[in-house]
């Protein structure tokens, strides 16, 4: 079966956006992937189908209606798929939870808009909210687009070299080692020698340690308080 991204959103217009360029445009083009959108604002109430409205107990902007969105979330055939709200108060996203969105049957995803959305379509419809970073955006469209970025690049077939996503950042519970490539001498810089050794064993230690002094120096919280915790940090305790 395609993994189906469904985006509820008061702006369908700005799909498929960077979604449909490079390797993930190609994958959905081939029928790796689809993409579908629904308009909030075609289950809006009143003559100007309004979708929001001022907020209970006052306050700065508006707030999305409970019933309209409720009503465009029912209009959905979920299939087993989970409904994700995007917001800056929502679970952090991780690369484990890409991953396991990645292998189930695609996803729906709520772009919300204004001051945010009524407390109440979260707790009705049972809502996970997702969060990825602590900003806050205009809309959650850009997000939306990430997380589904995030989530196809996953599917087989979509990236060419199929050992590709696990070298990444967060694949091995560290950030990725740096990469290098030709020229061989940048501004007085060098390409290490030990990349151009040709001895994969070594090569390979080496782009391990490099990715643990990287994630220890800009996130030390990938790295597990409790010892035992992280093989990852364990391997590599001769080197500390």
Known sequence: MTWQATILTIFPDAFPGILDIS????ARAEGLWSLETVDIRQFGSGKHKDVDDTPAGGGAGMVMRADV???AIDSVDMVSRPLIYLSPRGKPLTQSRVRDLATGPGLVLLAGRFEGIDERVLQQRNI???SLGDFV??????AAMALTEACVRLIPGVLGAAQSPEEE???GGLLEYPQYTRPREFEGKKIPEILLSGDHG???DWRRQQALEITRARRPDLLKDEAGSNPAENTKEEDQ
């Open 23 to 26: 390797v993930i445009g190609r």
């Open 69 to 71: 969105l409720a009503t």
């Open 128 to 130: 996970e909210e997702v």
């Open 137 to 142: 955006l205009a809309g959650g469209e850009v």
């Open 169 to 171: 950042s967060f694949e």
């Open 202 to 204: 070594k090569i390979a």
